[in-house]
């Protein structure tokens, strides 16, 4: 688990393709790694991956096809910087909200413009996910914890202030940047407790229904 606070921006060092799959080196820059062993999990751009060796300067993670599939690590190049976050503590402080590391989709930068000392970006997700952001509500976005500050659609708004632009990947964007989201964890548990036992049924994970929310007493009479 991660907080979605960046705590350094690393760099793609090297790119392996390895049987379909695809082994990423990252030279993490000013992150410590002191307390990092093989087998930990670092996210990288906003994806959970398992450090699998530690040549001192950085790690070594595999990428799996399905990763690839739905996240950017497969379109980065050697060079490309990227967020980074080590997991977790019990002694952490959660500073931004629940982050499993895990993508839902990608979506697009729209805009960038100027709003006083922040930059207001919108984005497009992938019209699956709409139904997961809200409002001030909560967004990972290429491993940054943000606030949802507009919505319309599947378009979201976001305000960056001059720290994240600074200590992210965020001053790299421009209008088609490709970029990894992750919606509220509780967002995607609520829509399965509501189906209660409907949620063992084929199809089920399609969605919910206005009948399935009057069956479980979620609408008036």
Known sequence: MFTGIIQAVGKVV????????LRLRIATGKLPLDDVALGDSISTNGVCLTVIELPGDGYWADVSVETLNFTTLGKLQPGARVNLEKALTPASRLGGHIVSGHVDGVGEVVSLQEDARSIRVSVDAPA???KYIAHKGSICVDGTSLTVNAVSGARFELNIIPQTMAETVFGEYRPGSRVNLEVDVIARYLERLVLG?????????AGLSLATLADNGYLGG
């Open 128 to 130: 699956a996910l709409a």
């Open 14 to 21: 090297a790119m392996q393709p390895s049987g379909g799959d």
């Open 197 to 205: 036992d409907a949620a063992a049924d084929p199809g089920a994970a």
